[in-house]
């Protein structure tokens, strides 16, 4: 088995982290090099890529996973050059698929593309069927038209068969994940032998140089970091709001001034029945498609009431039969100009006669009619008061914001004058460090750029105001050092105690390992069990009942020979010694949870098929990226 093991490392790795790893998917933006306008951010199949489009890109990931993670959202878990580069490449690869399919001919059929649109959860009724006015208010949300959305569903339809093409190709022989499986079932007998910490403290005799060495050797953990106690002010949205009022009367005015606003128009939807007949159909073909139509609109007037099972069984519109007809919301310019006034001409519950259009003969009737209205003054006074409220904010806060900066910089040993002439409040806070503190993520003050200019040269030694610096959308932020503490020590004498109790349990530690290994080298040429405790079983598929750290050194030892021994140091306990006496599979093994395995196994592997696909792709593509690759942070290395 370990042969296998050691033969097949790469999936191993694999399948292990399916099973012991959580994924985290990372998307995020930042401000690194971007590209040059004229040559784009990259070229692909001889098309490029945007900033514009990037940025894009980077706008709807960070939407998405504000969406999923609604609270639990923090954009700076996203702000991260990495993140940044990797949305690129997604781009990349994308413009790579398209250019295959193109090349290709791949595409989707008018029928199909209905048919899933018809499916969507988000564009059905409470009953299950289509609601062509939810389909288009959301498409409208997403600045979309139907036309927008129906391309991007077809490229991402046609994308979806080429990866499952591809996928479907990936072959994981049956052999190798059941023997993943036996490996993950597989069941150990151990016994245990723990050396505890606690047992070799009173043999520890700790010096004062054993101290000094720990001190000198750790210094960052005795470091006091540098603080600054700083006074501040805040100009932002709040403070200009106070000084901003707005009337009744400006209120009435705009109002007048604007009644097309607040007026909605005639509201028509309606559904239509249609028989094919194109510009290009024959005579003959053309007279067929009517006398058919004609034979329908009988049907119809005679059974008003099943216009839409009609519609679902004879229209020829794929678009709206299988909806009954259904148009939806009338919107000027959406339809040919014969179809649109005949809905503009009738009365609700109306059908019309026969009206032709470029497309055939269609039969017409209007579902619902809500005549035009204006809301009056009272209706749209808060909306009116709001919008004038806030230009006239966005023009005080020009005013204020110019006054603030100019203030702050000619009267730089105060404040207070500043927070004086705008009606302002010093605030102080204490124990501000040189980089931003998540805990602090909302406060004003905790933000880089001002942070940067708080711990300058200038406004540490002279104790000015910084400059107004621009910490978010519309809010302005001057601070002022009163006291600085630079880095220090904290001195040997006051941490003595607590070295002591470490350096005690650190040398203990090193007593029980020393014990452990004794014993583990005489159990070894003994083979017996004598001191261990009872035996238990550890298994990859169940909570282990010794320490985990114990149960994955049992897990990873050779078993080629038994009993088997293994000695591990235990987090918190000291030294263990185990000794595996037995290994054998579960008299009934999961079945599905193998199935589950098997699934999980085969999908990894066509990812994997799907990753080098799109390399191909993207060598035969000649993708390029032309801007400047993100380097590894701290965190990454």
Do not use: C
């Not at 790469?10 to 994924?23: E, G, H």
């Amino acid at each position: 088995m370990f042969e296998f093991i050691r033969t097949h490392k790469r999936l191993m790795q694999i399948f292990l982290m399916l099973l012991i790893v959580p994924s985290f998917v990372l998307v995020g933006v930042s401000s690194y090099q971007s590209g040059d306008a004229a040559t784009g951010v990259a070229m692909v199949d001889g098309r490029k890529i945007t900033q514009q489009e990037w940025e894009e890109a980077q706008r709807q990931q960070i939407d998405r996973y504000r969406q999923q993670m609604g609270d639990q959202f923090d954009q700076k878990m996203f702000d991260t050059p990495e993140a940044r580069q990797a949305v690129l490449d997604n781009l990349v690869a994308e413009r790579a698929l398209e250019a295959e399919i193109k090349r290709s001919h791949l595409t989707v059929n008018d029928a199909t593309l209905a048919q899933t649109i018809a499916g969507i959860d988000a564009f059905k009724k409470p009953d299950g069927s289509f609601d062509m006015e939810q389909y288009k208010a959301v498409l409208a949300a997403q600045g979309m038209s139907p036309a927008m959305f129906d391309a991007r569903m077809r490229r991402d339809m046609a994308m979806q068969q080429l990866n499952n093409a591809v996928q479907a190709s990936a072959f994981v022989p049956r052999t190798v994940s059941k023997r993943l499986s036996d490996v993950n079932d597989q069941e150990r007998e151990v016994q245990e032998l723990v050396f505890p910490v606690s047992d070799f403290v009173s043999q520890v005799k700790v010096t004062d140089e054993m101290v000094k060495a720990y001190y000198d050797k750790n210094a960052a953990l005795f470091a006091v970091p540098e603080r600054a106690k700083v006074e501040y002010v805040v100009l932002d949205a709040a403070a200009v709001e106070s000084q901003v009022t707005v009337s009744d009367a400006e209120v009435a005015d705009f109002y007048t001034k604007n009644q097309q606003r607040f007026g909605a128009p005639e509201r028509r939807t309606a559904s239509h029945i249609l028989i094919n007949a194109n510009k290009s159909a024959s005579a003959a073909d053309k007279a067929a498609a009517k006398q058919k139509a004609e034979a329908i609109l009988a049907e119809v007037r005679a059974n008003p009431a099943n216009f839409a099972a009609i519609a679902k069984a004879k229209s020829q519109d794929p678009g709206s039969a299988e909806l009954g007809g259904d148009l939806g919301v009338v919107e000027k310019g959406a339809f040919v100009p014969s179809v649109e006034d005949a809905i503009a001409k009738l009365k609700q519950g109306e059908i019309s006669g026969l009206v032709e259009s470029e497309f055939g003969y269609h039969i017409i009737t209007v579902t619902s009619v809500v005549p035009a209205a204006t809301k009056s003054l009272d209706e749209v006074k808060g909306e009116i008061t709001a919008e004038l409220k806030k230009a006239k904010m966005s023009k005080k806060f020009s005013e204020l914001a110019e006054v603030f900066t100019d203030t702050v910089y000619e009267q730089s040993d105060s404040l207070k004058p500043v927070a004086d002439k705008l009606k302002l409040t010093v605030q102080t806070v204490d124990n501000l460090a040189r980089t931003p503190s998540p805990a602090l993520a909302d406060a004003p003050y905790n933000n880089a750029k001002f942070l940067q200019a708080v711990f300058a040269d200038d406004s540490l030694k002279n104790k000015r105001n910084t400059e107004a610096i621009e910490v978010a959308p519309s809010t302005l932020v001057a601070g002022r050092v009163v006291e600085f503490k630079p880095a220090t020590k904290r001195p040997l004498a006051e941490v003595d105690a607590a070295i002591r109790q470490r350096v005690t349990i650190e040398e203990a530690v090193k007593l029980a390992r020393k014990a452990g290994e004794v014993k583990l080298a005489a159990a070894k040429a003994s083979g017996d069990a004598a001191g261990f405790a009872a035996p238990v079983v550890v298994s990859r598929t169940k909570q282990p009942t010794i320490n985990p750290t114990a149960a994955l050194a049992v897990l990873k030892a050779d078993v080629s020979k038994l009993p088997a021994y293994v000695g591990v140091e235990v987090p918190g306990m000291g030294y263990g010694v185990y000794r595996i006496g037995k290994v054998a599979m579960p008299a009934a093994p999961d079945a599905a949870r193998r199935a589950a395995e098997a699934e999980q196994i085969a999908g990894v592997v066509g990812q994997q098929e799907m990753y080098g696909f799109i390399e191909a792709l993207k060598q035969k593509a000649k993708a390029k990226i032309t801007v400047e690759q993100p380097a590894k942070t701290d965190a990454a290395n």
